[in-house]
């Protein structure tokens, strides 16, 4: 039987601290407010006796009597195959009016790939844009990121790329999106053809700064899934910046002590877990992450992309509308 607690202490953003024994990092408490609606949050820090929890949606409503139970399960997507040319948010949820996820249980947020069960990159992923197959190209389990400033047309190059790629199976992850993004991005995918191979997972602008840090989570432990079936994953991240952004608002929001400007001194860890999860499996499927990193003021010493260099194998840099040929 699970035990149920009702003593909020504090509330700061989406962060609450409840007087609570027994739980374990990163696993789901269930909320139930005092107005009858539920809401989940995942366990991020101990001191003593008490819980400090991430709130997935609005800590609207949430008030201190209200009860807190922990389900002893780590956060979890729902795989299967209706998955494909489906929009879901950063808590896994349908956001495009359409029914529930009924699939196989994936936890998030998991180890990169077993090393003894990766092959050497040979094979090349076409994305039939001539200044990545000719000057660039693309190879299987490869991570590279798309270096660029706000204001460049790097949402409609990674569209380009999801209508293009051979890629069996293409996987959007999209943080910190502007609305018009957003419906750029189904557009596209509806008019191509393309919605049919793709799953997108959504956070947009307007949405809480947790369910920010779930979508690369979500996203790639879904693509691992595909990529155990045997099916060639491309997984598209826009933009990386936002999802270090949000690292940032809620380490402040727990007072940990910053690093380089403002940023966390976890941010290089949280970023290359992310990343090391592109993997070509011996015998089976791969997985190949393109992302984009928006340098603010054009920036490449800015600590994201200073972080995301020494990570991903090299880098393209869009520019001017362009392709760099031989800055990336």
């Not at 007087?19 to 809401?39: D, M, P, R, Y």
């Not at 191979?197 to 595909?226: G, N, R, W, Y």
């Not at 690093?259 to 011996?282: F, M, Q, T």
Request: glycine letters at 8%; proline letters at 5%; charged letters at 20%.
């Amino acid at each position: 039987m699970r035990k149920v607690y009702d003593r909020i202490i504090d509330m700061r953003g989406n962060l609450i601290t409840v007087a609570a024994e027994g739980g374990c990092l990163g696993e789901v408490a269930l909320i139930h407010k005092s107005n009858g609606t539920k809401t989940y949050a995942s366990v991020l820090r101990f001191e003593g006796d008490l819980v400090t929890l991430q709130v997935f949606e609005n800590t609207r409503g949430i008030s201190t009597g209200d009860q807190v139970t922990f389900l002893r399960r780590q956060v979890q997507a729902s795989f299967s195959d209706s998955l494909l040319g489906r929009r879901l948010n950063g808590s896994g949820e349908p956001i495009d009016s359409g029914p529930d996820i009924m699939g196989t249980p994936v936890d998030i947020g998991q180890p990169s790939f077993n090393p003894t069960k990766r092959i050497i990159p040979r094979e090349m992923v076409r994305t039939n844009i001539p200044m990545i197959d000719v000057f660039n190209c693309l190879v299987k389990s490869q991570k590279i990121p798309i270096f660029s400033i706000a204001g460049e047309p790097y949402n409609a190059l990674l569209m380009r790329i999801a209508n293009q790629t051979d890629a069996e199976v293409v996987i959007i992850a999209g943080m910190g999106l502007r609305f018009d993004d957003y419906q750029a991005f189904i557009d596209n995918s509806e008019k191509a053809g393309s919605m049919e191979k793709t799953v997108m997972f959504i956070h947009q602008a307007t949405d809480p700064a947790v369910e920010c840090l779930l979508v690369p989570d979500m996203a790639l432990a879904v693509a691992e899934k595909f990529a155990l079936e045997g099916k060639d994953v491309l997984v598209l991240m826009t933009d990386m910046t936002a999802y270090a952004d949000a690292i940032k608002e809620i380490a402040i929001t727990m007072d940990q002590i910053p690093s380089n400007r403002g940023y966390p001194g976890s941010l290089y860890s949280d970023l290359a877990s992310r990343y090391e999860k592109a993997v070509d499996i011996d015998q089976s499927g791969s997985i190949t992450i393109i992302s984009v990193t928006t340098m603010p003021g054009g920036d490449v010493t800015h600590p994201i992309p200073d972080n995301t260099g020494y990570i991903t194998e090299g880098q393209f840099y869009l520019s001017g509308g362009w392709i760099e040929p031989f800055g990336s």
